[in-house]
Structures are given as structure tokens and as C-alpha cells.
């Protein structure tokens, strides 16, 4: 029922980048194994509507959800971990909180009223926070809140917290996480950021219940005890976040010191027996045991910034496990590669992978990794641009059509074999205009894809303007390419398969995005398990 929602807030202090995603996913695992239904949603202070229109360089990747909103990347952690759909509604940002009340005042709405960011951009904020909880569908709703306390922008974020506690009371816990560091000549671990940073957070009215310390080090029961003493918490709710080997050891390490115990008892809700961590803890148990080693090359133009492949890493990562092998990732820069030194550059490899992407820069060096992999045999996935890349390469190097060419990297291209859909044509705006979110696809009887996902129908998520240009799909075929998936509704071909290659599929939609702990995707799975073989040869 929505008038019973808990919800439970996630802060972070003293530095960025702590991990509020992880340790949000983690506590929501280890609540979901109890058997409540749980969702994560992301707040983040800055202005863009949402992260669509940011380079992966500021940001890391864009994570798209089923329903086609572009959203920050914790997304992909809270749908990995939790193995349930996301939606526009798990992620809000500034931009959109403030456009959604600056078009209600040009409406008329306010009519009279000074429109203030107390009370109307915070009312705003707690309506988007308890939106989801007032669904009806959770029982508990995790909100993290991005940005760091003391943050300029997140103020109205924090304000929000503190008017929701007051009115949610015993429904509400708030969580904060910060760091303590070591200092090396002193050879201590330090409180006094924690301390700030909380008093930081009391200045705005907030008394967090329980802190989470990332460390290098193990706190010990004096630390604890001192945290608790300054930062006005119960001992047994400083909890310890170490570095960990693996993201996905984190939900056990929270286990291990009863967080989900300390947050439900906080929550006024019955604790009844151990969360059931069965699946997770197989999971984990291949992932950390591999009987053996799988190198994949990644090609892509953002590879100094590994976020910007998350979802992609992931995938391999789960993929990786379930072939009880752990897959090593060659991260290669697409603008490296030329036609001299590619074999040299992939030499080794048992897989490539090339990568989404968005423009010209880098686009050639991709279109080589292609021709290596489909010459010498080497398990090919092609991912978005990497499919169109696969298309393009083949066009040139197969059919002889040297002009091949994506209307995107060459607008006067004479054979756009990738050229601008239709809908596309018209479009002017950057944000959220691109064709997102999930689309059906019907795979062809006899291709490598049916027999993978071992059915005729698939949905997979969308982000691209580009598309296959049907009027060379005969020629393709002809030559030896297959289309194996067809988008039933426009006949935009999805999926592309070389049938004589050991293993080549490119796919114009995103698999990555759908892989999670408890259900690693199909192609992810089959691919390194062909690049396993492959290593065999
Ligand atoms: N740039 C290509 C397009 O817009 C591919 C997009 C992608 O890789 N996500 O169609």
C-alpha cells in the first residue's frame, strides 16, 4: 500500500565517486532476498533534463530503460542487482524538476504566487520522490541523492529529505555514506571528514540514522564507537563498506555486519530470518572460482573512461560466470587501429567486441577491428555503431562497393548501406529524440540469434538515429550477410549474422543493458562462450 512505503535515503559526503550506487543496490538486494519489493531511484543536482545529451566523458555511459529514458548509469547497477525494470521515473534531475514547475507557472498555476524554490521546487522534488512508492508497487523505495552534502545544487535535494522525514517519521531512514581515510604517516585511520561531513548535513537539518564508511581498512569497534559518539548514530549503524574484490561482494559484506537488520528495525519493520542469498552467492561463486581465462577485445573511442562501457563490462562479467571463466577486457582505442597495424593490435584475441558510439572520430579504426575479426574468424559482437560498422565493412570489402559508407560519418556518401531513419529526418532537438527504449524484434527461423534466445519474439532497448538501409539488403544477402532479426512493425532490420563465420552477430539494439546478476543475457553468454572455443583452436 502506498501509505505504508518506507523509503530510505542515501547521502553521500567528504569525496565523490564512494560508491552511493553500489552500496544502494547492495542494501536493496540484500531487502528484496527478504522478500520486499524494492526499487532505486537517482536524483541528481545538475541542469540537463537528463544525462542523454552528455558526453561519456563528463559522465560515463548513458543508461536507457525499457520504457526509452536516457539515465545515469546507477540505473544499469539497480537493474543489474535487482533483475527488475527501471523506468523515466527511477531517474530526475534539476533540469527536469525546474522545467516541469517553470512550464506549470507559464500555465498559470501559481497565479499571484512568487515562485520560490522553497516550498514549489521541493514540493516538486518529495512528489517525484514518492511517486513510485505512491504506484502502490513498492514497499520500500531507495532514493540516492547524487552530488556530494555541501554541494551548492543539492541543497533543494537535502531540504526535501529533511520536510519528507519530518512528515514520513518512523517510514524513513536516512543513510549517509562517506570515507575515512588512512593517513600513511600517522599510520591512523581519520574520522574528522566523517564528522564534518555530518555535521554538514546536521547544519541542513538532517540526522543521518546509520553511516557507511568506505575504507581501506577495517574500522574496528574504536572507530565505530568514536563515529557513533560524534556523529550522534547507534554503534551498530557505522557500518563498513571495504574496497572490494567485486561490486557484487558488497551485498555480502553488508550482510555480514546485519545492515538490512539495522535499516529494518529503523524502519519499524519485522525481521524475520536471513535474507535468501542462494542465487547470489552461486553467482558470486563462479565469478570469484573461474576454471579459466577469455580475452576480448573492446573496441570503442571512450575507452580511457571505463564507465563509458558499464553496462557493456558488465554483461561480460556476468556472461563470464556462467561460462566459469573470468573474460579479460583489451581496451582498445578505436582511433589507434588502422589498416597496417590492426592484426598486429587484436593479435590474440579470442573475441572482439566493437562498441556503440557517435560519430566520425574513430569510426575507421572500428570498421578495421571488423574486417579482422570476420577474415581470421574471430567471434565477432557488434553492438549499435559496431552492427553498423559490421554492415559498412562488409559492404566495402565483400560486395566492392568502396563508397559504403553511414550517412552520419559521410553525408554525401553515394552508398549509405546506414543512412538516417525516416522518422529521424525532421527531428532538430538533441534530447530524447533518438529511437529509444524497447522494441520488438522477430528473429528469423535458422539464425544463430533464434537458436540463442531460443525464441521467435525478442524486446531489446534502442538508442540511435541511424538504421540499415533496406535497399541493399538484398545485395548484402546475396553476398553472404543474413538479417536474422527483423523489427516486425517497420521492417528496420535489428540483428545481422554472417552464417559461414564461426560467430558474427551485430545487433543495432543494446543487449548490455538488459544482462543482470540472475539473468546474464543470451548474447552475452554465447559469445564468450564462441570466444571460449575460439581460444581452443
Ligand atoms: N551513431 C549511431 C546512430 O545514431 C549508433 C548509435 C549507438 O551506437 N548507440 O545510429
New binding site residues.
Given amino acids: 500500500m502506498a501509505s505504508s512505503t518506507k523509503y530510505i535515503f542515501v547521502t553521500g559526503g567528504v569525496t565523490s565517486s564512494l560508491g552511493k550506487g553500489i552500496v544502494a543496490s547492495s542494501l536493496a538486494t540484500l531487502l528484496q532476498a527478504r522478500g520486499y519489493s524494492v526499487t532505486i531511484q537517482k536524483f541528481d543536482p545538475y541542469i540537463n533534463i537528463d544525462p542523454g545529451t552528455l558526453n561519456p566523458y563528463e559522465h560515463g555511459e548513458c543508461y536507457v530503460t525499457d520504457d526509452g529514458a536516457e539515465t545515469d548509469l546507477d540505473l544499469g547497477h539497480y537493474e543489474r542487482f535487482l533483475n527488475r525494470p527501471t523506468s523515466q521515473a527511477n531517474n530526475v534531475t534539476t533540469g527536469r524538476i525546474y522545467q516541469h514547475v517553470i512550464d506549470k507557472e507559464r500555465r498559470g498555476d501559481y497565479l499571484g504566487k512568487t515562485v520560490q524554490v522553497v516550498p514549489h521546487i521541493t514540493d516538486e522534488i518529495k512528489r517525484r520522490m514518492q511517486l513510485l512508492g505512491a504506484s502502490g508497487e513498492y514497499e520500500i523505495i531507495i532514493t540516492e541523492i547524487g552530488g556530494t552534502v555541501g554541494d551548492i545544487e543539492a541543497l533543494p535535494y537535502i531540504e526535501s529529505v529533511r520536510q519528507l522525514r519530518w512528515e514520513l517519521g518512523k517510514s524513513c531512514v536516512s543513510i549517509h555514506l562517506t570515507l575515512v581515510p588512512f593517513l600513511n604517516a600517522t599510520g591512523e585511520l581519520k574520522t574528522k571528514p566523517t564528522q564534518h561531513s555530518v555535521k554538514m548535513l546536521q547544519e541542513s537539518g538532517v540526522q543521518p540514522d546509520i553511516l557507511v564508511c568506505r575504507s581501506e581498512y577495517e574500522l574496528g569497534d574504536e572507530i565505530k564507537r568514536k563515529l557513533a559518539l560524534f556523529c550522534n548514530v547507534t554503534p551498530d549503524a557505522v557500518i563498513e563498506s571495504l574496497d572490494a574484490k567485486t561490486i557484487y561482494e558488497v551485498p555480502q559484506l553488508l550482510l555480514a555486519q546485519n545492515m538490512d537488520e539495522v535499516v529494518l528495525q529503523k524502519l519499524g519493520l519485522p525481521i524475520i530470518g536471513k535474507p535468501d542469498m542462494t542465487r547470489w552467492s552461486e553467482f558470486l561463486t563462479r565469478l570469484e572460482s573461474p576454471s579459466t581465462e577469455v580475452e576480448i577485445g573492446l573496441i570503442g573511442k571512450y575507452v580511457e573512461l571505463k564507465d563509458s562501457y558499464k553496462s557493456i563490462s558488465e554483461a561480460l562479467i556476468h556472461a563470464g560466470a556462467e561460462n566459469k571463466s573470468k573474460v579479460v577486457v583489451r581496451w582498445i582505442h578505436s582511433e589507434d587501429l588502422t589498416t597496417e597495424n590492426a592484426h598486429a593490435t587484436l593479435e590474440g584475441l579470442h573475441g572482439v567486441l566493437v562498441a556503440?558510439?557517435?560519430g566520425a572520430r574513430g569510426f575507421e579504426g572500428k570498421i578495421e577491428a571488423v574486417r579482422i575479426a570476420r577474415e581470421t574468424g574471430i567471434p565477432f559482437l557488434g553492438?549499435?555503431?559496431g552492427m553498423?560498422a559490421a554492415v559498412i565493412e562488409y559492404a566495402r570489402n565483400v560486395l566492392g562497393l568502396h563508397n559504403a559508407n553511414s550517412s552520419?560519418v559521410d553525408i554525401h556518401t553515394t552508398e549509405p548501406v546506414i543512412d538516417l531513419m525516416e522518422e529521424q529526418k525532421k527531428v532538430t532537438h538533441k534530447g530524447g529524440t533518438?529511437r529509444l527504449g524497447s522494441c520488438d524484434c522477430r528473429l528469423n527461423e535458422g539464425s544463430l540469434s533464434r537458436s540463442l534466445y531460443g525464441r521467435a519474439e525478442i524486446s531489446e532497448r534502442h538508442?540511435?538515429?541511424?538504421?540499415f538501409n533496406n535497399a541493399y539488403l538484398e545485395a548484402l544477402e546475396a553476398a553472404g550477410m543474413r538479417a536474422a532479426g527483423i523489427n516486425p512493425e517497420t521492417g528496420l532490420v535489428e540483428i545481422i549474422e554472417i552464417p559461414s563465420h564461426p560467430w558474427f552477430v551485430g545487433v543495432q539494439f543494446?543487449p548490455e543493458y538488459k544482462s543482470t546478476v540472475a539473468n546474464p543475457h543470451p548474447l552475452f553468454v554465447a559469445f564468450v562462450a564462441a570466444s571460449l572455443t575460439h581460444k581452443q583452436l
Wanted: hydrophobic fraction near 35%; proline fraction near 7%; include cysteine.
Fill in positions: 556503440p558510439g557517435f553492438i549499435c555503431f553498423q552520419e533518438m538508442r540511435h538515429r541511424f538504421e543494446h
